[in-house]
T-cell receptor
Framework: EPEVTQTPSHQVTQMGQEVILRCVPI?????FYWYRQILGQKVEFLVS????????KSEIFDDQFSVERPDGSNFTLKIRSTKLEDSAMYFC???????????FGPGTRLTVT | AQSVAQPEDQVNVAEGNPLTVKCTYS??????LFWYVQYPNRGLQFLLK??????LVKGSYGFEAEFNKSQTSFHLKKPSALVSDSALYFC???????????????FGAGTRLAVHP
């Protein structure tokens, strides 16, 4: 069964450093998402992406964040200058055309020290 | 604005007993509702959805959910709980009402289900 994959599973970085989180969505899916979950809190939407552009972004997704689909398979989330409060589990999700359920990857745990 | 509430932080149930995890929603328009499960150190796994049609929807691992429009609820149920069902369960509603659209999911806070032997 196809699945969404994410790398790395755990990333530790120092405050102010740039990080790139990578995702490979399910092939032939067209809609892509990033969500995050701060420890013990609810899952929050960050951004959606379709047709090589951002469809919607939340207030969390400020100028420090960017997304890219560089090669038709990977979908990346970049945080330019990490802050302590960026520590969270980041989930990638994808959705097929005409479908309703988003499929989630296993997540990347980002720890900012 | 769309929202989802899961009124219980934790549900405890004995193995073999029926379980219910509660969810209520607030949406404008027709609700598209989902249940996801999260096992420790794992991602969110899709369990089931309600889009339209029968109010009782069946999903993975023997779970089902009942859509109740008058009570704006979408409770998750299972007739006989297993210890392996112990996990964190999230109810979600799709934002907006565009058919087949790419709208984001809005999640409830999650309910931890503990099934005891």
């Amino acid at each position: 069964e196809p699945e969404v994959t994410q790398t790395p599973s755990h990333q530790v970085t120092q405050m102010g450093q740039e990080v790139i989180l990578r995702c490979v969505p399910i092939s032939n899916h067209l809609y892509f998402y990033w969500y995050r979950q701060i420890l013990g809190q609810k899952v929050e939407f960050l951004v959606s992406f379709y047709n090589n552009e951002i469809s919607e972004k939340s207030e969390i997704f400020d100028d420090q964040f960017s997304v890219e689909r560089p090669d038709g398979s990977n979908f990346t989330l970049k945080i330019r200058s990490t802050k302590l409060e960026d520590s969270a589990m980041y989930f990638c999700a994808s959705l097929g055309q005409g479908s309703y359920e988003q499929y989630f990857g296993p997540g990347t745990r980002l720890t900012v020290t | 604005a769309q929202s989802v509430a899961q009124p219980e932080d934790q549900v405890n149930v004995a193995e073999g007993n029926p379980l219910t995890v509660k969810c209520t929603y607030s949406v404008s328009g027709n609700p598209y509702l989902f249940w996801y499960v999260q096992y420790p150190n794992r991602g969110l796994q899709f369990l089931l959805k309600y889009i339209t049609g029968d109010n009782l929807v069946k999903g993975s691992y023997g779970f089902e959910a009942e859509f109740n429009k008058s009570q704006t609820s979408f409770h998750l149920k299972k007739p006989s709980a297993l210890v392996s069902d112990s996990a964190l369960y999230f109810c979600a509603v799709r934002d907006g009402e565009f058919s087949g659209g790419y709208n984001k999911l809005i999640f409830g806070a999650g309910t931890r289900l503990a099934v005891h032997p």
